[in-house]
């Protein structure tokens, strides 16, 4: 593990260091991105963020058309609000058994393996929690205390046997919040899209889940800016050069709300029913899928820095970015060999 220290002046006092932007030179929409003159790019807000993808070696608009009409069908699968959605018919099954698709089948499987890999300390079932805290609705609300303590008992991922794609619930208070790896696999699927559709040099973005799809048309690295939170999206500590990599980060900057001079914010702890505080800021994560690096960068926010760290460090191919409270920055093995500008 390697460490060092950021420090920074601005108006507020010191700066925080996490998340991520495309640096670089700007294009006619969003932040820039250091690639080809004339980049093909296309935005919408899907998902319940801003969805980018951007192609360098294509001037096919139908494959955007193509993307997002992708993302608009998981959409419909993933939600837990759209009430045509798939995740939002689970939840409100009315038998203990129902039968997923193919996709669904697949995210389950994902997010029970960080459920185990955590020891629940990220666990999909987080609904009832996640909803009562309801970070999504722009007001800066604590819920009753006598509502989370009521909600507690009803988080637990034992309570998911997941068999093919046969889904049993061994509660009927149990209910499923994809939203900490959905996008993640939507990225990956819109990849396998766009190599299909014969596209080599890509970025897409989630709402800051960066999924890049080889490198540059040049042969050189997509640069890729880590973000300092409550800073403009183009003010970055260190900027990443990657090829075909997914870059994700978790953090307390996003979803949250402030009250009394506390951070509240998204990351929720499944035994105590309220947001982390374990001393992080944020955790980024490298990985080949990107649905890893979504599962991982808020699995090991939840673990914490040592437990965190650790898992990083188990796994083949995970390259792993703490921040703590102090502003220290803590790096997994070989993190550090992917930085270009510090």
């Not at 069908?73 to 058994?97: C, G, P, V, W």
């Not at 994700?248 to 709300?257: C, D, K, L, N």
């Not at 390259?319 to 270009?340: L, P, R, T």
Request: charged share 25%; aromatic share 8%.
């Amino acid at each position: 593990m390697n460490k060092k220290t950021i420090f920074g002046l601005c108006a507020a006092g010191l700066l925080f260091v996490s998340g991520m932007t495309l640096s670089g030179c700007g294009t006619s929409s969003g932040p820039g991105l250091l690639t080809q003159e004339t980049p093909l790019s296309r935005s919408d807000f899907l998902l319940n963020t801003f969805v980018t993808i951007t192609l360098y070696d294509s001037d096919d608009s139908s494959i955007l058309d193509d993307s997002m009409a992708l993302c608009k069908e998981y959409e419909n699968i993933f939600s837990k609000t759209l009430e045509t959605s798939e995740l939002y018919k689970i939840n409100h099954r009315t038998s203990d058994t129902v039968t997923v698709s193919d996709d669904m089948a697949a995210l389950l499987a994902k997010g029970l393996e960080y459920c185990e890999k955590s020891d629940g300390a990220f666990d999909i079932t987080i609904e009832p929690l996640s909803s009562l805290w309801n970070f999504t609705s722009g007001e800066a609300v604590i819920p009753d205390e006598a509502d989370i303590e009521a909600d507690i008992p009803k988080v637990d991922y034992h309570n998911l046997v997941l068999s093919g794609n046969t889904l049993t619930f061994l509660s009927p208070d149990t209910t499923i919040d994809l939203g900490s790896i959905a996008k993640g696999y939507i990225a990956d699927r819109i990849k396998e899209q766009l190599l299909e559709a014969g596209v080599e040099s890509a970025i897409i973005n989630l709402g800051g889940n960066v999924l890049c799809v080889g490198e540059k048309p040049d042969g050189s690295k997509f640069n890729i800016g880590l973000q300092k939170p409550f800073a403009d999206r183009d003010e970055t500590f260190e900027v990443l050069g990657i090829k075909d990599l997914s870059v994700v980060t978790s953090g307390v900057y996003e979803r949250h709300f402030e009250i009394d001079g506390k951070n509240y914010h998204h990351i929720l702890n499944p035994a105590t029913g309220y947001p982390y505080d374990n001393g992080l800021i944020s955790v980024t994560i490298l990985s080949e899928e990107s649905v890893d690096g979504d599962g991982l960068s808020t699995t090991c926010f939840s673990l914490g820095l040592e437990k965190g760290l650790e898992l990083a460090n188990s796994l083949d191919g995970i390259y792993a970015c703490f921040i703590d409270e102090d502003y220290n920055v803590y790096y997994s093995d070989g993190m550090e060999d992917f930085i270009i500008k510090q």
